[in-house]
T-cell receptor
């Protein structure tokens, strides 16, 4: 069975600080896909970043970057120079090749001005 | 196309009644997901369709829940003999491929009295 763990329940930072959200996953499958989604107070989930199990290259996209390490089954997400509008609940998700998706319980990020 | 739509947005029902929710995915998306989300939790996978075929169904889903996607376009989720524990937000998402990001609808909030 697959599992996604987001150990940080809540994080609070001051605007312009960098913040890293942790995600650890479990699966026996060799092909899988990892995602980060954002759920703002308005409620609708929005896609942020994606990585598949065959590509461990870490990238930067604007203020977002991610660190995927298969050896430790981690897929951490960093927001650089955080802004108040980044305040939301962030979910890490794992999708298997058959389509079944598992989400973590989320990390609530509060960015204070 | 304006995205994934769900109807109704809110539903209040009495325990024991049946309810049905509808999801209209993005038109070119052949994959469709149903999730349930309760306060403080991540989306919980319920079921997954590829076109009209239901490929995955959570073992957590009791036989009171059924989902259909008759023509590979819109989908319905029915809950029979609702219980108070069914109160939650029911989310629908669609995608073109399981490795791609899912696009989420606004959800249907169910309250069982």
């Amino acid at each position: 069975a697959q599992k996604v763990t987001q150990a940080q329940t809540e994080i609070s930072v001051v605007e312009k600080e960098d913040v890293t959200l942790d995600c650890v996953y479990e699966t026996r499958d060799t092909t899988y896909y990892l995602f980060w989604y954002k759920q703002p107070p308005s409620g609708e989930l929005v896609f942020l970043i994606r990585r598949n199990s065959f590509d461990e290259q870490n990238e930067i996209s604007g203020r977002y970057s991610w660190n995927f390490q298969k050896s430790t089954s981690s897929f951490n997400f960093t927001i650089t120079a955080s802004q108040v509008v980044d305040s939301a609940v962030y979910f890490c998700a794992l999708t298997l090749r058959g389509g079944k998706s598992t989400f973590g319980d989320g990390t609530t990020l509060t960015v204070k001005p | 196309d304006t995205g994934v739509s769900q109807d109704p947005r809110h539903k209040i029902t009495k325990r024991g009644q049946n309810v049905t929710f509808r999801c209209d995915p993005i038109s070119e998306h052949n994959r469709l997901y149903w999730y349930r989300q309760t306060l403080g939790q991540g989306p919980e996978f319920l079921t997954y369709f590829q076109n009209e075929a239901q490929l995955e169904k959570s073992r957590l889903l009791s036989d009171r829940f059924s989902a259909e996607r008759p023509k590979g376009s819109f989908s319905t989720l029915e809950i029979q003999r609702t219980e108070q524990g069914d109160s939650a937000m029911y989310l629908c998402a669609s995608t073109v491929f399981e490795g791609n990001e899912q696009f989420f609808g606004p959800g249907t909030r169910l309250t069982v009295l």
